[in-house]
């Protein structure tokens, strides 16, 4: 019984004591079929992100004269219908841009190492439903700066200078930190136990964390 | 009305442990990071920090940059921020510098529990480590608009830009793997 427990216990431990290497090995062959499913889903992505984000833009005004145009597979405008003709389109984004952190999400859920595969897949699910919420809210920030910051005298006479400010630090801090954070902020929500116990049996070894852990 | 029933801790199973309390210390985690990430963001969001602090040490990226390119027989000329030759030119900016992931990284060291000596190491060394990927980024980046330029953007966004990321992630488990020693949940 013992010698059961014994290595049923080293069975469990042999896995943790190398998983990050793990991790990081998995990663590195997730990378390249991940991006390829990226690849192929991106332009009907694309399209679905724009309406979806054209609707949420389209809820918070009346009346209705945004329109988010698809340029080609990549690029997206957006377009004014009450703007004189020669200037309906007032800005211009890479959608594609907006969403590659799926490709992260991808590689970072499918490397996780000792966990079933169901798990995997669920919480990967869950992952890329928070993110296409993310993705879509990007966009309706885009749009909003966009109109409040940067289209000069009309910005200044239908923006006061707090929604200048809100969209556009809104718009940064979604654009830049939490686009780049994001895969990470969920893969860690998902697995920081997953983490810990993987490195905790180190810890022994170790003088006891002092002051500030 | 529900009946209250006593459960004895050496009984309780994970399910009768409230979510919060059950997950206390993913949601600290996650909180810190998340006021660090967004505090430092919106730090060097401000004009005087983007000017004084952000804006030379891209000039001093771009600086490094345009040595190594000569260094691999490419001369450039730098312009503050803006590597050029005779058949390409790219402007280093915000989101190119690497400060993002410096601070992703930051944020992240910052917000586990870690002794002070191992989040000091970690953040030197990290930040070390992020900026030569970053060196190698922009010096590919500008081959690549050299050489192969229809594949530029593509490159920009999506290639190095995951690479980078990735890239601060599988450093921060290397260094909480090796460096960082959680405390037993009490």
Redesign the interface.
């Known amino acids: 019984m013992a010698t059961g427990k014994t290595a049923a216990a080293e069975k469990e431990k042999a896995p943790a004591r190398s998983?990050?290497l793990l991790?990081?090995r998995n990663?590195l062959l997730w990378?390249i079929p991940v991006a390829f499913l990226w690849t192929v889903f991106a332009p009907v992505y694309n399209r679905f992100l724009l309406g979806s984000a054209q609707n949420l833009v389209r809820l918070t005004e009346y009346p209705s004269v945004t329109d988010i145009l698809r340029k080609d597979d990549?690029f997206a405008y957006i377009s004014r219908r009450d703007f004189p003709p020669s200037r309906t389109l007032v800005n211009s984004f890479?959608v594609?841009?907006v969403h590659?952190?799926l490709?992260?999400i991808g590689?970072?859920f499918l490397s996780v190492p000792g966990v079933p595969w169901r798990r995997r897949l669920e919480n990967l699910g869950w992952a890329v439903l928070i993110t296409i919420f993310f993705d879509i809210f990007l966009i309706f920030f885009y749009v909003k700066a966009t109109y409040a910051a940067r289209l000069g005298a009309w910005s200044l006479a239908h923006y006061g200078a707090f929604a200048r400010n809100f969209w556009g630090?809104g718009q940064?801090?979604l654009d830049?930190?939490?686009k780049?954070?994001l895969?990470?902020?969920l893969?860690?929500?998902f697995y920081?136990?997953d983490?810990?116990a993987?490195?905790?049996p180190?810890?022994p070894a170790?003088p006891?964390?002092?002051?500030?852990? | 009305m529900a009946r209250k029933t006593p459960v004895s801790p050496k009984t309780a199973t994970p399910d009768d442990v409230p979510f919060w309390r059950r997950n206390r210390r993913e949601i600290q985690f996650l909180v810190l990071f998340v006021v660090l990430l967004g505090g430092g963001f919106t730090l060097i969001s401000l004009n005087w920090v983007n000017d004084h602090v952000i804006e030379p040490f891209t000039s001093g990226i771009a600086g490094a940059s345009g040595t190594v390119l000569g260094a691999i027989g490419q001369p450039v000329i730098r312009e503050g921020t803006i590597l050029r030759n005779a058949r390409f030119a790219v402007n280093i900016r915000n989101g190119c510098n690497g400060v993002e992931a410096m601070l992703i990284f930051l944020a992240a060291v910052l917000a586990f529990p870690a002794s002070w000596k191992s989040r000091l190491a970690g953040l030197g060394l990290g930040i070390l480590a992020i900026q030569a990927v970053n060196l190698v980024r922009v010096v590919a980046l500008f081959l690549t608009g050299v050489y192969f330029p229809r594949i530029f953007d593509t490159s920009h966004t999506v290639i190095w830009q995951t690479i980078v990321i990735l890239f601060g992630v599988m450093l921060w488990i290397f260094w909480a793997n090796r460096f960082a020693a959680p405390a037993e949940p009490a």
């Open positions: 998983w990050p991790l990081i990663a990378l990549h890479r594609t841009d590659f952190h490709l992260m590689v970072l630090l940064h801090l830049l930190p939490f780049f954070s895969p990470f902020l893969w860690i929500g920081y136990q983490l810990t993987a490195i905790r180190k810890a170790r006891a964390p002092t002051a500030g852990s």
